[in-house]
């Protein structure tokens, strides 16, 4: 085998792997995974929006609030909430 040696500058270094990465990096569904930091129990959804917890109930049941999960484990996302003050205001 034959031994070669590049001559190349940093920068042409540092070009030479951006371009390495962006042909071989895999492309990433877009909110696939939901961010846990912005998931919320019902306890901590009512204290954020700043309603009691009866009329977050409320909420729920005429649709203004969304609710995710199943059984005994609910959430709110942190967006939605927001999105639905937004549009509720």
Known sequence: ?????????????????????AEHQKPTPEK???????????RDAAKFLG??????Y?????GILKEHGHARKKYFLRSELIEAMRNNS
């Open 58 to 62: 409320n909420w729920l049941k005429v």
């Open 32 to 42: 696939l995974e939901i961010d846990l930091s912005e998931k919320l129990i019902r």
């Open 1 to 21: 085998m034959e031994k070669v040696m590049i001559y190349a500058t940093p920068s042409e270094i540092a070009e030479g792997l951006r371009l390495f990465m």
């Open 51 to 56: 309603v009691s917890y009866t009329t977050m």
